[in-house]
């Protein structure tokens, strides 16, 4: 079970920008373990976008970066899979563990759930948290994330 989880204190201690957690689970396990004061109106866009990039096939590779807790999410397709890596850049940089496969439509699934309800949750608690520009992204990003995958294997 793939699950993104966004942490709730930047609701109760609203700011310009919200800054929490979040957490990449695999199976109950936290890929993102030291992500505790990310921009989330940073972080949640660029994984919705990346992801998103990958499911419709515009990309092979993303990348997100959680600058607070120095770590870069790596994303790259691989036929009907996205494989994850985490590499720390704290000195020296390193990957936290070996690239993890996950199934596409279930990380799909998983980011679209949580940005949607992170759009929704900043609608109401922090309305200038997002600029338009980067809303308008966001939602576009949450559209594409709603269309059917291509069905084309991508060579190994």
């Given at each position: 079970?793939?699950?993104?989880?966004?942490?709730?204190?930047?609701?109760?201690?609203?700011?310009?920008s919200?800054?929490?957690?979040?957490?990449?689970?695999?199976?109950g396990?936290?890929l993102l373990?030291?992500?505790v004061?990310?921009?989330?109106?940073?972080?949640?866009?660029?994984?919705?976008?990346?992801?998103?990039?990958?499911?419709?096939?515009a990309?092979?590779?993303?990348?997100?970066?959680?600058?607070?807790?120095?770590?870069?999410?790596?994303l790259?397709?691989v036929?009907?899979?996205?494989?994850?890596?985490?590499?720390s850049?704290a000195?020296p940089?390193?990957?936290?563990?070996?690239?993890?496969?996950?199934?596409t439509?279930?990380l799909?699934?998983?980011?679209?759930?949580?940005?949607?309800?992170?759009?929704q949750?900043?609608?109401?608690?922090?309305p200038?948290a997002?600029?338009p520009?980067?809303?308008?992204?966001?939602?576009?990003?949450?559209?594409?994330l709603?269309?059917p995958a291509?069905?084309?294997?991508?060579?190994?």
């Amino acid at each position: 079970m793939t699950r993104i989880r966004i942490g709730q204190r930047w609701k109760r201690e609203p700011s310009a920008s919200p800054l929490d957690s979040i957490a990449l689970e695999l199976d109950g396990v936290n890929l993102l373990s030291g992500a505790v004061e990310e921009p989330l109106a940073e972080v949640i866009p660029a994984l919705v976008e990346a992801v998103a990039a990958l499911h419709v096939g515009a990309r092979r590779m993303a990348q997100v970066s959680l600058t607070d807790a120095h770590l870069e999410l790596v994303l790259r397709r691989v036929g009907p899979d996205i494989e994850l890596s985490v590499a720390s850049l704290a000195r020296p940089a390193h990957l936290l563990r070996p690239p993890i496969k996950v199934d596409t439509e279930e990380l799909t699934k998983a980011t679209r759930e949580s940005g949607q309800r992170f759009l929704q949750d900043v609608a109401k608690v922090a309305p200038k948290a997002l600029s338009p520009t980067v809303a308008r992204k966001l939602g576009e990003a949450l559209k594409g994330l709603g269309k059917p995958a291509p069905h084309k294997e991508d060579p190994p």
